[in-house]
């Protein structure tokens, strides 16, 4: 009987109002990568958006992984059903940028009517998602960077101090350390790497504020050049070739799966990776203790830069009606809150993207009782990016990657000698980039 | 005279052949013909602007140096994978004609690795010999002493995919040579075998001739097969290293089109990719089926 009552007034209601406010919510399309684990927080995290209010209803779905997020993204656009919140992964920055298919979303929240104070965003975060001017192209949501692993359980038999988690060792330091594991049997191996060319070129080069390409890497102009063939680079693959030699380092595959598994399996005691790893290491270690400290720096450089991202932001997509526009505005604006950004750290270890939400954690304790996940952050913190260490924006970088890659592993394997290693990988990186540049002149 | 069936109406024959022709003209015609006027394009994946370039594609293709050497990759890499993989189908196939016992369950258990998908072969073999955690590759180190590390050296990343890939296809193999065995006439055999041919002999004078068409068509199938279906072994194994030393053409087609949005060369690639297997293709019905004999 009552709820015939309710229904009754529901409608005379919605006869008596303006069609706005009782038609069909707006649906907000976001296609998205994040599976499994980090699959369920996005659905939460959507969940409490489409139940805080009742104009707009954001619809997520998983396309896959990145590749297949974004092969997903350009199929709609040319067939004219995209959806209107694309997650690309960092190296498709520069090709979303050029693509004429977005919506830049410092426009979007402006036009939405919010005045987003961008200076309280973490700005080694945002300046990687910047125009030249310094506009912000697209939304940062999963941001990592990477830091240092160690087993503490060799360390202690090897009678090595614990590192600092704020104060970053040099690499000479590393080099006597992991001398001192090898020497005394304690480590098969000293240090292995995940992603090699994110990890020892890309923030090598922005820790050290060495461009890794021309044009202040690449945000100037499309007629970038890759840099990184430059006496610091190769002095430091040459110092890891030779490393390679008494077993100071050693190469454990491109990706993280295998250097990770020779952490894990306790045949390296060093491990650079994603603050992402902390999660997996923390599901995976039984037998040892380790913790976390920053990337090693050279001795002369005596103030490091930050440390620069990885991962992915969202993009907004043309072709939309004002109204939807709105809705993904709030919901952006939404995701930002303090509320959402915590959540999302704590459930998933990718940074918080506003110092609202860093400070509100910091408060509450939480790196005090989590300081493993202060590393990271603290890394990116500790100086103002400069123009070289903001971030890379270069076409065909999924390629350029590639191509390091390549390069790098002839270097371990001894086919060739950093400084040829080098050289060619600018040469070849060069040629991808002129294509690059060719299709968007 | 022979009989001939004729039909009546001059329609009818088209209108029969009409299906066939439309599922080819969708599925390998039009999308055949969009790659071949892509690859003269540079274009934005989202295709907002698109620059017609002639053979701009083309000839960034084969001014690199990596390009070329990923077709001699791609051939020393087929021709290894269809060797193995056809010498060991025949030789088992031959054991398993022979067998007394069982002989239906021993037949079926060398087919399933068939069944197996190629990235799943890949992974099995990937835990036998990877350097830190493979059975058979800690085996190798330990006793034999050798440096095996298929994650750094590229003739042993290259022994790895080829094992990888020959293991699945042995079993397509032993199939259609089982089958070839199975309808040479026994009476043949035996009468070599009165007359005093050894086994060895038997087979190179009468089995084997017997089952050149049996080659033939393997040794077509088994080139198209590693040029284009060993991609997952590629990309659960290897990714192409270390060092490019595995990246095969059809890989590198996904790298730089599906991964790196590089629409025009990718697209470059798959029509010098088609041209590669026409060629070899038509290689081998010029040469090789000549000397195959079809009956006996």
Avoid at chain 1, 251 to 271: L, R
Avoid at chain 1, 318 to 341: D, I, P, R
Wanted: glycine content about 6%; aromatic content about 14%; charged content about 15%.
């Amino acid at each position: 009987m009552k709820l015939k009552h309710l229904v009754v007034i529901a409608v005379g209601i919605c006869l008596a109002l303006p069609a706005a406010v009782c038609a069909e919510p707006v649906t907000i399309n976001w296609w998205h990568a994040m599976r499994s684990a980090r699959g369920k927080v996005v659905d939460t995290m959507i969940k409490s958006f489409n139940d805080s209010q009742s104009e707009y209803v954001v619809v997520g779905t998983n396309k896959g992984n990145y590749d297949e997020v974004m092969n997903a993204g350009v199929a709609a656009f040319r067939a004219k059903k995209q959806p209107h919140i694309l997650q690309v992964f960092e190296v498709g920055t520069q090709t979303m940028m050029q693509s004429g298919a977005i919506y830049p979303v410092h426009e979007l929240m402006l036009k939405a009517g919010y005045d987003i104070d961008w200076s309280n965003y973490l700005q080694a975060v945002l300046s990687y998602y910047m125009d030249a001017d310094g506009n912000l192209m697209s939304m940062p949501f999963n941001s990592s960077t990477p830091i240092m692993y160690y087993n503490v359980s060799m360390f202690e038999k090897a009678g090595i101090e614990p590192l600092s988690k704020t104060e970053a060792i040099t690499w000479d330091k590393l080099g006597e350390i992991t001398k001192k594991l090898v020497d005394a049997g304690i480590a098969p191996a000293g240090m292995v790497t995940a992603w090699q060319s994110w990890t020892q070129i890309e923030n090598y080069s922005a820790i050290h504020n060495t461009p890794f390409a021309s044009k202040a890497n690449g945000y100037e102009g499309l007629d970038t050049e890759l840099m990184i063939n430059n006496p610091l680079v190769i002095s430091h693959i040459e110092r890891l070739k030779t490393w390679t030699e008494d077993k100071r380092f050693m190469y454990g595959g491109q990706k993280y799966q295998g250097p990770k598994a020779e952490f894990i399996a306790q045949n390296a005691a060093v491990y650079i990776d994603s603050v992402s790893g902390i999660a997996k290491l923390k599901k995976a270690v039984k037998d040892f203790k380790w913790d976390a400290a920053p990337l090693p720096v050279e001795a002369s450089m005596k103030k490091p830069q930050n440390s620069i991202i990885g991962g992915a932001s969202l993009w907004i997509l043309n072709g939309h009606s004002e109204k939807e526009y709105k809705g993904v505005a709030a919901f952006l604006k939404f995701l930002s809150s303090n509320e959402m950004q915590s959540y999302w750290h704590k459930e998933t270890g990718y940074f918080p993207i506003t110092m609202n939400a860093y400070n509100d954690l910091k408060a509450k304790g939480y790196f005090k009782e989590n300081p493993l996940q202060a590393v990271g952050i603290d890394q990116l913190n500790r100086a103002v990016p400069t123009k070289i260490s903001r971030g890379l924006r270069l076409g065909y970088f999924v390629q350029i990657r590639n191509i390091i890659n390549e390069e790098l592993e002839l270097v371990w394997n001894g086919k060739k000698t950093p400084k040829e290693a080098l050289d060619n990988a600018v040469k070849r990186s060069n040629v991808q980039l002129r294509t690059f540049e060719k299709t968007y002149k | 005279m022979i009989k001939r069936s004729t039909f009546k109406s001059g329609y009818l024959p088209y209108l029969l052949i009409l299906p066939q022709i439309l599922v080819t003209l969708t599925f390998f015609y039009w999308p055949a013909l969009q790659g071949l006027s892509q690859s003269f394009f540079l274009s934005d994946p989202f295709g907002r602007s698109s620059k017609f370039v002639w053979f701009y594609n083309y000839i960034e293709l084969f001014t690199d140096p990596l390009y070329l050497k990923s077709i001699v990759t791609t051939i020393t890499f087929s021709i290894a994978v269809a060797t193995v993989s056809i010498t060991l189908g025949l030789f088992i196939a031959t054991m398993a004609n022979r067998a007394l016992r069982a002989t239906a369950l021993v037949r079926t258990l060398l087919i399933w690795p068939y069944a197996v998908a190629p990235a799943i072969s890949g992974i099995l073999w990937l835990f036998l010999l990877h350097p830190s955690y493979g059975i058979v590759a800690l085996t190798i180190n330990n006793w034999f002493g050798t440096e095996w590390n298929p994650v750094l050296y590229g003739k042993d990343a290259m022994i790895m995919i080829t094992m990888a890939s020959s293991w699945k296809q042995i079993s397509y193999n032993f199939v259609f040579f089982m089958a070839g065995l199975q309808a040479i006439p026994r009476s043949l055999i035996e009468a070599a075998a009165i007359d005093g041919a050894s086994p060895f002999k038997r087979f190179w004078a009468i089995t084997f001739p017997l089952l050149t068409p049996t080659f033939f068509f393997l040794s077509v199938m088994n080139i198209i097969y590693s040029f284009f279906e060993t991609f997952g072994v590629i990309h659960t194994v290897t990714q192409g290293g270390p060092g490019g030393s595995t990246n095969i053409l059809v890989y590198k087609v996904y790298q730089d089109g599906f991964v790196g949005l590089n629409l025009g060369s990718s697209a470059a690639q798959s029509v010098v990719l088609m041209s590669l297997i026409i060629l070899i293709t038509f290689l081998q019905f010029r040469y090789v089926e000549k000397k195959v004999q079809y009956t006996g």
